[in-house]
């Protein structure tokens, strides 16, 4: 493998930071360590909690603001409670958070039929723009979609007429 210099002179501001008595970081921050006497500014008046708020665990409360439009509910919102039990280097804190947000779209879906809204999916997915635009792509989802219920199914039923017998 050729291990050539490249003359990148040509790309407008290249090597803009070469010069060190141009960059802002020159010569190094005189530490005084200022930032560790805590919060040198009023913090903000906190917003009332009127819902269950979620918080993670290293922290001692839930920050100045937060949304409170949807409140945790539902299957979902007993697994993010679960999730928020857990610290946030854990895979036990993001994936039932990833897994409880699929969760909440089909409780969304649930809720609007039992209000007399029958959402169009296809639209909301973005389905005509997929079709006109990348509809070989659209067809392979579409495909692997099938495969997938098609094998869990026959899953199924294999475990289904093996109890049986």
């Known amino acids: 493998m050729e291990n050539t210099a490249r003359d990148y002179s040509h790309i407008p501001g290249w090597g803009i930071d ?9 010569p190094m921050k005189h530490r005084t360590d200022e930032e560790q006497r805590g919060y040198t500014w009023q913090r903000p008046t906190q917003q009332p909690v009127t819902v269950e708020v979620f918080h993670s665990i290293e922290r001692p409360g839930v920050s100045a603001v937060f949304g409170t439009s949807v409140p945790p509910s539902g299957l979902s919102g007993k697994i993010r409670r679960l999730a928020f039990k857990k610290s946030e280097n854990d895979y036990g804190h ?9 969760i909440n779209v089909v409780e969304g879906i649930i809720d609007d039929i039992k209000n007399g809204k029958f959402p169009n999916i296809w639209a909301e997915k973005g389905m005509p723009a997929e079709w006109k635009h990348n509809r070989s792509g659209l067809m392979q989802t579409a495909a692997i979609g099938v495969f ?17 017998g």
């Open 18 to 26: 070469a010069d060190p008595k141009n960059d802002p970081t020159y």
């Open 94 to 102: 993001w994936l039932p958070l990833i897994l409880a947000d699929r």
């Open 148 to 164: 997938l219920v098609a094998a869990v199914a026959a899953w199924k039923l294999g475990q289904r007429s093996g109890s049986n």
